[in-house]
């Protein structure tokens, strides 16, 4: 959601439901312990060693896939469950960028100098429901912010143009 905060321009993104980021994080971590878990259950616990040791190559490629995959899958979905939501703030009067992520395990400001920032890039995504316009806007150091959510590429020029705007009247 983009729109006007006074004369700053105000971007959210879209914040998941905590829901969602609850399925995500369950299946993450079912994922990581429920493939893996009865996998090395059948493993004595006094000769792991030579139990691993006396394994041939293929049964040891599957045990390493097994232990291993889950724990990476389902350690993608918790990262996904536990991502942070950006809110990017041009605020003319202070000179500065602000971008701010609000999620449950990280969370900070960041402040640019609006003279930093690149000109917003127009660019297209497809999508199965079609095209999707969004503004690629480069802040200071390369991190760039994806400014989605226009409706066509009407609004997403509109907002543009008004970024662009937003930063030359900035410009030192």
């Given at each position: 959601?983009?729109?006007?905060?006074?004369?700053?321009?105000?971007?959210?993104?879209?914040?998941?439901?905590?829901?969602?980021r609850s399925v995500f994080v369950l299946m993450g971590l079912t994922l990581a312990i429920?493939?893996?878990?009865?996998?090395?259950?059948?493993?004595?616990?006094?000769?792991?060693?030579?139990?691993?040791?006396?394994?041939?190559?293929?049964?040891?490629?599957?045990?390493?896939?097994?232990?291993?995959?889950p724990l990476v899958v389902g350690g993608i979905f918790v990262a996904i469950g536990l991502a942070s939501v950006t809110e990017?703030?041009?605020?003319?009067?202070?000179?500065?960028?602000?971008?701010?992520?609000r999620g449950p395990v990280i969370r900070g400001r960041e402040r640019f100098p609006l003279s930093?920032?690149?000109?917003?890039?127009?660019?297209?995504?497809?999508h199965d429901d079609g095209p999707g316009f969004f503004l690629r806007l480069n802040l200071a150091e390369g991190r760039p912010v994806e400014i989605e959510?226009?409706?066509?590429?009407?609004e997403a020029?509109?907002?543009?143009d008004r970024i662009l705007k937003l930063l030359a009247s900035a410009a030192p």
């Open positions: 959601m983009i729109g006007y905060d006074g004369e700053a321009i105000l971007y959210r993104e879209a914040a998941p439901s905590w829901w969602s429920m493939i893996p878990g009865p996998v090395w259950m059948q493993v004595e616990r006094d000769e792991i060693w030579p139990s691993i040791a006396a394994l041939t190559p293929f049964a040891f490629l599957m045990l390493t896939i097994f232990t291993l995959l990017l703030r041009l605020d003319p009067a202070s000179g500065a960028a602000e971008r701010i992520r930093g920032i690149g000109a917003p890039e127009l660019a297209l995504r497809h959510g226009f409706q066509d590429k009407a020029e509109f907002w543009r």
